[in-house]
């Protein structure tokens, strides 16, 4: 259930950093939610993704809340620690790779992610079916291949509270075969043709 690799969909990941960086210009707090985040690839991609297009003093106002429901109770030490198996790093753009990866100090093949990038990606371990948001006011919410796990009728009630968290004019993405329920399609305006990103209706 957590399949995921770096750079998964960057297409899509990118419209949203398109969209989302004129919507931030002056915000001194820039809330994203990665929601079913698995073990930190996607946050960490896409944190990667804003660095390349912020200023260094800006990018520092993005937080980044990659949650997910962990049942290995393992990916919060995974994302803190920032370090993944070489081998696993392959599809990273090289001029990436080696912009925002360093050898991992005393273990062999494994690399470990800036801690300019790591520094914006805060794991919570979180259940989405339990509907209990910690937080509102988010500019963007990431929620790729999770929904597709849940019954119609919880993704409606998930999709429901992203509505209610996010700011006015939030942006929320998610994967290209995921269609909006008809029950949500009152909440959200389809931005893009070629990817699933959505601007909140207020
Ligand atoms: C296929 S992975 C997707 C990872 C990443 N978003 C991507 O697209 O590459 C699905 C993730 O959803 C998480 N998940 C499943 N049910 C969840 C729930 N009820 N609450 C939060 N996360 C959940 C799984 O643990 C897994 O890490």
Redesign the pocket.
Same mark, same amino acid.
């Given at each position: !259930? *957590?399949?995921?690799?770096f750079f998964?969909?960057v297409h899509t990941l990118q419209h949203a950093v398109n969209f989302l960086l004129p919507d931030i210009q002056g915000l001194r707090q820039i809330r994203i939610w990665? *929601?079913? %985040? *698995? !073990?930190g690839?996607?946050p960490y991609t896409f944190a990667i993704l804003l660095a390349e297009k912020m200023g260094f003093f800006a990018y520092k106002n993005v937080m980044i809340d990659a949650?997910?429901?962990?049942?290995?109770d393992t990916?919060g030490k995974i994302i803190t620690n920032g370090k993944y198996p070489e081998g696993d790093l392959s599809r990273i753009p090289i001029e990436y790779f080696q912009k925002y990866f360093h050898k991992a100090e005393d273990e062999d093949g494994i690399m470990e992610i800036d801690s300019q990038i790591k520094n914006r990606v805060v794991f919570k371990k @979180?259940? +989405? +079916?339990?509907l209990q948001p910690f937080r509102d006011d988010y500019n963007l919410i990431? %929620?790729?291949? &999770?929904l597709l @796990?849940?019954q119609p009728e919880?993704r409606i009630k &998930?999709i429901n509270m992203y509505h209610s968290v996010l700011a006015k004019g939030g942006l929320f993405v998610t994967?290209q075969t995921q269609p909006m329920p008809d029950e949500n399609k009152h909440q959200f305006e389809k931005i893009v043709s070629d990817a699933n990103l959505y601007r909140k209706i207020s």
């Open positions: !259930m *957590a399949f995921t690799f998964r969909d990665d *929601a079913g %985040c *698995a !073990m690839q996607e949650t997910d429901i962990d049942e290995s990916f @979180h259940d +989405l +079916l339990e990431i %929620c790729k291949n &999770v @796990h849940f919880d &998930v994967e």
